[in-house]
């Protein structure tokens, strides 16, 4: 059974950091795409970051581009979501997910591509 590990979401303030955490297969480096997306009440899910293990490449979506980083730990098969200048608005559910595409842009805007997902974790942005 494949298994994705979210951790890291909890409270923060307006303006504040969070960094989140997604231990996944060694297996996703390879030909596959691991993104965060986040689904907030009442909302559809949305992708947030990207990372493609064989190229290196990344890719963020245009509400967090300038505040969010994609980060890859392949000794611990881990990819973390740096977040900073956090706003109500970044408030979810925050999902990480392995899908199968040769770039992170059909993943991104297409949850449809994940083919394997993990529990999630709560991010909750005071004002």
């Known amino acids: 059974e494949v298994q994705l590990v979210e951790s890291g979401g909890g409270l923060v303030q307006t303006g504040g950091s969070l960094t989140l955490s997604c231990r996944h297969p060694?297996?996703?480096?390879?030909?596959?795409?691991i993104g965060w997306f986040r689904q907030a009440p009442g909302k559809e899910r949305e992708g947030v970051s990207c990372?493609?293990?064989?190229?290196?490449?990344?890719l963020h979506g245009a509400s967090v581009k300038d505040r969010f980083t994609i980060l890859s730990d392949t000794a611990n098969n881990t990819v973390h979501l740096i977040m900073h200048n956090l706003e109500p608005d970044d408030t979810a559910v925050y999902y990480c997910?392995?899908?199968?595409?040769?770039?992170?842009?059909?993943?991104?805007?297409?949850?449809?591509?994940?083919?394997?997902w993990g529990q999630g974790t709560p991010v909750t942005v005071s004002s």
């Open positions: 997910g392995v899908g199968l595409a040769l770039d992170c842009g059909p993943v991104l805007n297409h949850p449809s591509y994940i083919i394997y």
């Open positions: 990372f493609k293990g064989d190229t290196g490449s990344t």
């Open positions: 060694a297996f996703a480096f390879t030909n596959y795409a």
